[in-house]
């Protein structure tokens, strides 16, 4: 995972951006004005742990990436085109926040249940575009 994608456009610009490596990802919040917690995605209608509606609340740009609670192969494709097998995890991003995302490869045996995950780019077929991958950040296993 080597390839630079600066000039790839993201899946979901909404929710991440590519960070200034080229490779890893940082995910999108919005700061809520009223607890100062980060919500996410950064446009939600309101703030998930207080409920503020958000008005001129303060986009931040963090890192990607968080603790895996836990995760199952799938060998089906649930949409037609998803590539199988493929590793569906529920990661904890933030406190109080819990994303679904998937794990590049499909190898579990380096997973843990509780390890740190980073968000990383992989491009997409057609070569414009990259999604979000997580992938156990460096130490994670020890
Ligand atoms: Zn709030």
Same mark, same amino acid.
């Given at each position: 995972? @080597? @390839?630079?994608?600066?000039?790839?456009?993201?899946? =979901?610009? *909404?929710?991440?951006?590519?960070?200034?490596?080229? &490779?890893?990802? &940082?995910?999108?919040?919005?700061?809520?004005?009223?607890?100062?917690?980060? %919500?996410?995605?950064?446009? #939600?209608?309101?703030?998930?742990?207080?409920?503020?509606?958000? =008005?001129?609340?303060?986009? #931040?740009?963090?890192? !990607? !990436?968080?603790?895996?609670?836990?995760? #199952? *192969?799938? =060998? %089906?494709?649930?949409?037609? /085109?998803?590539? %199988?097998?493929?590793?569906?995890?529920?990661?904890?991003?933030?406190? !109080?926040?819990? +994303? +679904?995302?998937?794990? $590049?490869?499909?190898?579990?045996?380096?997973?843990?249940? /509780?390890? @740190?995950?980073?968000?990383?780019?992989? $491009?997409?077929? !057609?070569?414009? *575009?990259? @999604?979000?991958?997580? %992938?156990?950040?460096? /130490?994670?296993? +020890?």
């Amino acid at each position: 995972m @080597t @390839t630079d994608l600066r000039g790839f456009r993201p899946q =979901h610009p *909404t929710l991440y951006q590519l960070a200034p490596d080229g &490779e890893s990802l &940082e995910f999108l919040f919005a700061q809520c004005p009223a607890c100062q917690k980060l %919500v996410f995605p950064a446009d #939600v209608p309101g703030c998930s742990h207080c409920g503020d509606p958000l =008005h001129g609340a303060d986009k #931040v740009a963090r890192p !990607g !990436g968080g603790r895996l609670l836990e995760y #199952v *192969t799938l =060998h %089906v494709p649930l949409l037609p /085109g998803m590539e %199988v097998p493929r590793i569906a995890a529920d990661i904890l991003i933030e406190d !109080g926040l819990i +994303e +679904e995302g998937v794990i $590049a490869g499909s190898d579990e045996s380096a997973l843990r249940v /509780g390890m @740190t995950l980073r968000a990383v780019a992989v $491009a997409l077929p !057609g070569g414009e *575009t990259f @999604t979000c991958r997580f %992938v156990p950040a460096a /130490g994670a296993a +020890e």
